[in-house]
C-alpha cells in the first residue's frame, strides 16, 4: 500500500457518518487491560516482608550494639543469622519483583501477537477497499444527483455509498487504533526489559551478600561448637532448648491477640496433609536422639532456600528466632492443634498473620545451630507432640 495513510482516508472521509458508539465499544473490548489480581498479591506479600526484614533489622542492630559492649560468642553467632535471614528476604522480595516482570512481559508480548494478526487482516481488508474505490471512482455523488430520472433509485444508490463509506472509515479508524497500540507496546516492553536487567543485576548482588553471610554464620558456629565438650554437655543444651520453646509457645498464647476458636483444627484431617517441604525424613518422631531424649518431631532433609508451606489453615502464633531451633514459626490450628517449623533461613509471616492451606510462611534453613540445611517440623495436640505422619502423605 502505496498511498500516505492521510490521503487514504480523506478519499474515503467524504460524506461520511462516524458510528463512534461502535468504534469505542470494539476499542474497549480488544483493549481491555489483563487481570491485576497477580499484581496486587505480589504487591501485598512484598510489603509484608518489608514489614518481617525491618523487623529483623532492629534485632540485629541492637545485637551489635551489645557484641560491641561485651563479646557473647551466642550473640555473635544469632547475630549472624539475623543476617543471613534479612538478606534472604530481600532476596525474596527481588524474586517476586522478577516474577512481576516476567509476567508483564509475557502478557504484553501476547497482546503484541494478536494486535499483529489483527493488522495483517485490516491491511488485506485495507487493501480490498481501496481497489473497490478505484474501480468505482467514476460513480461519484455529483453524476448521481444529475442523474434524476429516476429518483427511487438514486436515494437507494446514495444509501448504498454512505454505508459504504462509514465501513471504510471504521476501518481506517481500527487499523490506526491497533497502529498506536502497538507503538505503546513496543515502548512499554524496552521498560520492562531495562527494569529486568536491573533487578537481575541486584539479584546477583544480594546472592554475593548471602554467600558472605553464610560465611560469617559458619564461622561463628564453630566457635559457638567448641565449648560443647561431651555428651553430656549436649544433651544439657538439647533439654534446655526443649524448655524454652515449650515457654515461648506458654508465652505467646497468653498475649495471643486473635481467637483461634473458629478454626477447625486436623482432626479430619489424619492422612490428608502434605508435608511442609519437599525432601525425604532424615529423623523420624520417636527416634532415639541423645541419651535418653527422643525426637518430638521429625527433620525432613531438604535444600537451603525451598519454601515452607502452612500445612492447614491458622493464625502465627509465634515466628521469631529461638535458641536451639533458630527461626521458628508456630501455628494455631485451633481445636487445641499445632504445627511448629524449626531451623528456617527466614520467616516470611509475622505473629498474628491468618495463613491458608500450602501457603509460603518460612524458607528452609539451617539457623538454631544445624550444619545442614532441614525443616524441623512437630505436629502438637494440647500440648504434646504427636507423631505427623499420621497426618501427612
Known sequence: ?????????????????????????????????????????????????????????????ALDKQISKKSNLEDSFKSAELKVAEIAIQLTQTNNQ?????????????????????????????????????????????KLLLNQNEPAQLERLITYYKSINDARVKQLEDIQRVLTRLSEIDQELAQQQIDLLALQKHQKDERQQLALSQKERKSALRQLNKNIKSDQDKLKQLQANQQRLTNAIAAAQSKMAVDPAKLAGLYTLKKKLVWPTKGRLKSKFGQRRN???????????????????????????????????????????????????????????????????????????????????????????????????????
Open 98 to 142: 522478577l516474577d512481576d516482570v516476567n509476567d508483564k512481559i509475557s502478557k504484553l508480548k501476547q497482546e503484541q501477537h494478536k494486535l499483529n494478526k489483527e493488522k495483517k487482516i485490516q491491511q488485506t481488508l485495507l487493501a480490498s477497499m481501496v481497489k473497490i474505490a478505484y474501480l468505482n471512482g467514476k460513480h461519484d455523488y455529483t
Open 291 to 393: 541419651g535418653a531424649l527422643r525426637w518430638k518431631g521429625v527433620m525432613i532433609d531438604s535444600a537451603l532456600g525451598n519454601r515452607v508451606n502452612s500445612i492447614a489453615e491458622g493464625i502465627i502464633l509465634y515466628a521469631d528466632w529461638l535458641k536451639g531451633f533458630g527461626w521458628v514459626t508456630v501455628i494455631d490450628h485451633g481445636k487445641g492443634y499445632m504445627s511448629l517449623y524449626g531451623h528456617n533461613q527466614a520467616l516470611l509471616k509475622r505473629a498474628g498473620d491468618y495463613v491458608e492451606p500450602n501457603e509460603p510462611i518460612a524458607l528452609v534453613g539451617q539457623s538454631g545451630g544445624q550444619a545442614e540445611a532441614g525443616l524441623y517440623f512437630e505436629i502438637r495436640y494440647k500440648g504434646k507432640t504427636v507423631n505427623p505422619a499420621r497426618w501427612c502423605r
Open 1 to 61: 500500500m502505496n498511498l500516505p495513510f492521510k490521503i487514504i482516508k480523506n478519499l474515503f472521509i467524504k460524506s461520511a457518518v462516524i458510528s463512534f458508539s461502535a468504534a469505542l465499544c470494539f476499542c474497549a473490548s480488544v483493549l481491555a487491560s489483563p487481570s491485576n489480581d497477580s499484581n496486587n498479591n505480589i504487591t501485598k506479600n512484598n510489603e509484608k516482608l518489608k514489614q518481617v526484614q525491618l523487623s529483623i533489622k532492629q534485632q540485629r542492630e
